[in-house]
């Protein structure tokens, strides 16, 4: 398929993990892609594996609103549009509520709700300019809510709220916004969790098996297609049903 001709994609955090599984995905549906992230190597070994594509890789840290404004500004300026912004920046300072510092919550904070709020605000008004416009945004099964992720847990949850208003700003302008709530996917984030945390979660996924990152970028090439016209608001669970919630199998 290529449903991404002449579509303009941005992805952030696209420097390893779902980020640059999504490049890859989204790259071979033809699509013109700017890719951020804070580790310029990583960034561009991404954009190398999207091989074929027109690509433009930046260093762009989302916490920071100016750098955010500049990375669109350039984005414009090189490709005319942005027709969908995938939000994936993300990290996680897990700790005790007690025991939390004041840099882990902002840390993760910071990333994952702030940075959201800088890259959309930042296309929003181009979006609806152009009547037509895919955000989409990472949050997680600990949404709801997740011991010893109290940072997390609070961004995650905000993701959806903010997510969700969003798409009614943007509904009447051709502008959907919807959320990816991943379970556990095996990538580097994952890989750094505590070992018999990862290994107790594993084993009570219905589907018997830790998520591929592709499992995570065919959802997002849907819900960032223009076949997704009219699904916005929605919080995707991608997780092989450890959402459900029931352990008795
Ligand atoms: N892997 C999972 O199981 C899982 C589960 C639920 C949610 N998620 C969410 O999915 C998204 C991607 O997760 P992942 O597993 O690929 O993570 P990852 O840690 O493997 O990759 C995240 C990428 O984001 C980049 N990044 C970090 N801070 C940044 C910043 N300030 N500005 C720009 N880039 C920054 C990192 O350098 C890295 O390349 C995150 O939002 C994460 O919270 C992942």
């Given amino acids: 398929m290529r449903r991404y001709e002449n579509r303009v994609v941005l992805i952030t955090g696209a420097g ?3 980020g640059r599984a999504m490049a890859r995905r989204f ?14 190597a990583a960034v561009k070994e991404t954009s190398a594996e999207c091989d074929g594509s027109d690509v433009r890789p930046s260093v762009v840290n989302v916490a920071d609103a100016q750098q955010v404004d500049r990375w669109i500004a350039d984005t414009l300026a090189a490709f005319g549009r942005v027709d969908v912004l995938v939000n994936n920046a993300g990290v ?5 509520l007690e025991r939390m510092t004041d840099d882990e ?31 989409l945004s990472f949050s997680s099964m600990s949404w709801r809510g997740n011991f010893g992720q109290a940072n997390y847990a609070a961004a995650k949850a905000g993701v959806v709220g903010l997510a969700r208003t969003i798409a009614l700003e943007g509904a009447p302008h051709g502008v959907t ?19 018999a945390a990862r290994a107790k979660l594993a084993g009570r996924v219905p589907m018997g098996r830790i998520g591929d990152p592709a499992d995570i970028a065919e959802a997002a090439a849907y819900l960032c297609s223009e076949s997704a016209a ?17 352990t008795l199998r």
């Fill in 16 to 18: 390893q993990g779902l």
């Fill in 27 to 40: 790259a071979a549906e033809s699509a013109l892609l700017a890719l951020c992230d804070v580790n310029e």
């Fill in 92 to 96: 996680i300072r897990d700790n005790r």
């Fill in 105 to 135: 919550w902002d840390a993760v904070i910071d990333v994952s709700l702030r940075g959201m709020f800088h890259c959309t605000r930042a296309v929003f008004a181009e979006m609806k300019r152009q009547g037509y416009g895919r955000i």
């Fill in 177 to 195: 916004s919807n959320a990816i709530a991943p379970g556990l996917i095996d990538t580097p984030m994952l890989a750094s969790m505590n070992a």
């Fill in 230 to 246: 009219y699904v916005t608001g929605v919080v995707l669970d991608v997780d092989g049903g450890i959402s459900i919630g029931s």
